[in-house]
């Protein structure tokens, strides 16, 4: 597992790119709207007091703010914080630049918490811990992980993303290492962890429903994301080899 500053290393470089994804046409925004959207519904509205922590440029936050709730945020990239910042200046002293599985908050500080994108990167058992800590009792967590399921995860995983590190090689170009975490665990596993952290597992919601395999996801944008958003409105049956990720929805337990 690398540490948080190698995670924020490797986002530092991306932040620009990956908040101009949110509003592009194509597999990767729509697989940010995607999550997006599951992750609105399951969070209902405030007030209340929220916390989104590996908030990237804040876009999620944005949308917590819509909805009534007072937000707080944390990533460990300084470039991300920095554009959350510029995105929320209303909010700009609770978005601090940290680590999930040491979080620079109180016990029960928030009533919602919000973890999306960053859980991969992470020890799940320790940010889970966190995010319960820092939730009162009966308050929302809501979270995404990645569905090893897939069969277009596993597709860039064993074959997609290895293929272009060895052509890489040949060329003798620099490939840069993407950070990684605990070892990726089904959806049983998971929830399994969540109970074990204090957070009870209330429901499921599968996301990004991407088929077209790479690179003709990104050769053909228009019909990947076209594909995606019909199996997602009429195949949610078929989610479990579908979805690419999976968002969580528990409750944090009394004491």
Known sequence: ???????????????????????APGPDGYALRSRLA?????????????????????????ELVGRGWTVSGLDASAEMVEAARWRLPEAAERLVVGDIVRLPFADATFD????????????VE?????????LRPGGR???SYPNPAALYGIWKSHVWYPAVRGVKRLARRPSL????????VGPDEFRARLGRTGL??????????LVLPSPLDSGLPG???RLALRLERTQQRHGRRLGTQIVYLGTRRAD
């Open 141 to 143: 967590a809501v979270v």
């Open 223 to 225: 019909l990947s994301e």
């Open 112 to 123: 919602l918490v919000v973890a999306t994108g960053v859980l991969e990167y992470a020890d």
């Open 38 to 62: 599951a992750v609105l519904e399951l969070v209902g509205s405030g007030p209340g007091a929220a916390l989104d922590a590996g908030m990237g440029p804040g876009r999620l936050l944005a």
């Open 200 to 209: 009870e597992p209330r429901s499921t919601v599968h996301t990004g429903f």
């Open 177 to 184: 290492a993407m950070p990684h975490g605990s070892r990726i």
């Open 1 to 23: 597992m690398q540490p948080a500053s190698s995670a924020g290393a490797y986002f530092d470089r991306r932040a620009a790119r990956y908040d101009d994804a949110y509003d």
């Open 126 to 134: 320790r940010a889970l811990a966190e995010l319960a800590r820092v």
